[in-house]
């Protein structure tokens, strides 16, 4: 199997041997159906590494549903989600999209309605992280709790986005931003302007929720008058039709 990555900018990043969450997924199918056919997979990466995106678990799932069709392995949506759990906690989430509540390791899901449409800019500033540093020093305590987690999913049942924004959470901002200025900048830098924001998973990336597609070119324009460094995509939320 060949992964091959045509981003220059992770070529020294992106490892391509077993430890390659796509690679462990094919292996686990192979492992599972007993299938001993073999792919050349070029692996295109679109999502930035290490930004607390899911980007490792996207292609695992992708991967998943890729080689079950082209195999022709003939294997349900439950077995996929079966093995998925076995690749880390957002692959059952990425195999299906949608809006979701995880509970467990983040691998028990329950879905609910996801709400319109609306434009995000996603931020990452340079700053380094360690997702292993960050868990080590968790305590069990956080401002974020079950009513919290409550309270965001039912603005989103009454497709009201910017109010689960504004009540939401991420005990990872509690756990690194003492140590990383750059973080708290990042979303300040956004909050002081009244864009509601976010961290992502462990980080860095911030998610900045706009009400229009020109505000993300807009802000862009900010990000560098004021020399930051920072990777900016736009983007869109997905709706249920989006979804296959």
């Not at 800019?121 to 997702?131: A, D, N, Q």
């Amino acid at each position: 199997m060949a992964l091959q990555n045509y981003l220059s900018i992770c070529k020294k990043l992106v490892t391509y041997g077993e430890e390659n969450l796509a690679l462990k997924a094919l292996r686990a199918l192979q492992a599972y159906t007993g299938c001993k056919a073999g792919a050349a997979i070029h692996l295109l990466k679109r999502v930035p590494i290490q930004a607390g995106l899911g980007g490792g678990s996207a292609d695992a799932a992708a991967m998943l549903v890729g080689l079950n069709r082209f195999w022709d392995l003939r294997l349900t949506q439950e077995e996929l989600l079966q093995i998925g759990a076995t690749l880390g906690s957002d692959v059952p989430f990425l195999l299906q999209g949608g809006t979701a509540r995880g509970t467990g390791r983040g691998e028990i899901l329950t879905y609910g309605k996801s709400p319109d449409p609306h434009w995000l800019l996603l931020v990452k500033p340079k700053v380094s992280v360690s997702t292993a540093v960050a868990y080590g020093r968790f305590t069990n305590k956080s401002i974020a709790t079950k009513q919290t987690i409550d309270t965001v999913q039912q603005h989103l049942e009454n497709n009201d986005l910017k109010s689960a924004f504004l009540t939401s959470a991420n005990t990872f901002e509690e756990l690194l931003f003492p140590d990383h200025e750059e973080l708290v900048i990042c979303k300040e830098f956004f909050t002081s302007r009244g864009y509601p924001t976010i961290m992502t998973g462990s980080g860095p990336t911030m998610v900045v929720l706009l009400d229009k597609p020109m505000e993300a070119l807009q802000l862009q324009e900010e990000i560098k008058a004021a020399g930051y460094d920072w990777l900016s995509l736009i983007t869109k939320t997905c709706t249920q039709e989006d979804l296959p």
